[in-house]
């Protein structure tokens, strides 16, 4: 599709007159008619304020022209996997696992493939291809080449101190927590059930967390799940794939 016919869609989806959407974007009337007339395309910062107001991203309202990767774990990007900035502007350079809040997930490149290998292994893509192609590729990317100059380690700071309070907290039968990984919050916003019967989630899907599983120092089958952020620490215990999650620890910093 073309621009015209994308911001046509946008808008009459989203249930806007021509008027209403240019009262939106801060331009006339006439220059939103040009743009579904194919006659203009968007500036650059009314490209952003569309693509905020719509959440989609620049690359999506021109037509998807880029075939957008992310610069730091080389995955292919779509719009519901691109990385916000604090503003809720796109960036589309990072998928929102390696890039959230104003903030790189990853500075240590093992730590990444380790992370990238649990999820992309399978029979016919055994773990030790994984490894290999990664170890490969990720050097390539924009990320990991000028990685140098971005990290000035304050978020290295910020995952030690959570550790540390973490770990304070001496939850028995819980490990030393050792590293703290990047979880999307679809994947770990367990169900859990309260004492008068409802179940309640504590975790938003489309949030970033920091966050590991621990094997229970007593052994058994139930395992310890830290998921964490600037405002809270959670610890809680489950079995396998999840199942039968208990919280243990809710505790805001």
């Not at 719009?79 to 809040?101: L, P, Q, T």
């Not at 008068?196 to 967390?209: E, I, P, Q, R, S």
Request: one cysteine or more; proline letters at 3%.
């Amino acid at each position: 599709m073309e621009t015209k016919d994308i911001v046509r869609d946008l808008r009459t989806k989203n249930g806007l007159s021509q008027e209403e959407l240019a009262e939106k974007v801060f331009v006339t009337r006439q220059a939103v008619s040009r743009w579904e007339n194919g006659e203009t395309v968007p500036n650059t910062e009314t490209l952003k304020l569309l693509s905020k107001l719509f959440d989609v991203s620049i690359n999506t309202i021109l037509g998807s022209p880029r075939e957008l990767i992310c610069q730091c774990c080389g995955m292919p990007l779509e719009d519901s996997s691109i990385s916000k900035e604090k503003d809720g502007v796109f960036n589309e350079d990072y998928c929102k696992w390696c890039y959230a809040d104003g903030e790189y997930m990853y500075h240590d490149m093992d730590e990444l493939i380790e992370v990238c290998v649990k999820n992309m292994t399978s029979e016919a893509f055994p773990s030790e291809q994984v490894r290999a192609y990664l170890k490969e590729m990720l050097p390539r990317l924009d990320y990991w080449k000028k990685y140098k100059n971005l990290d000035d380690g304050k978020f290295e700071e910020f995952k030690c101190k959570l550790i540390e309070e973490i770990n304070a907290l001496g939850v028995e039968g819980m490990p030393k927590v050792e590293k703290l990984n990047a979880l999307v919050g679809g994947y770990v916003n367990l169900e859990y059930r309260l004492p008068n019967g409802k179940n309640v989630k504590f975790l938003d899907d489309n949030a970033t967390y920091l966050g590991n599983q621990l094997e229970c120092e007593f052994g058994g089958e139930r395992c310890f799940g830290v998921v964490a952020n600037m405002d809270f620490i959670l610890i809680c215990t489950y079995e396998t794939n999840g199942e039968n999650p208990e919280l243990v620890i809710y505790k805001k910093r």
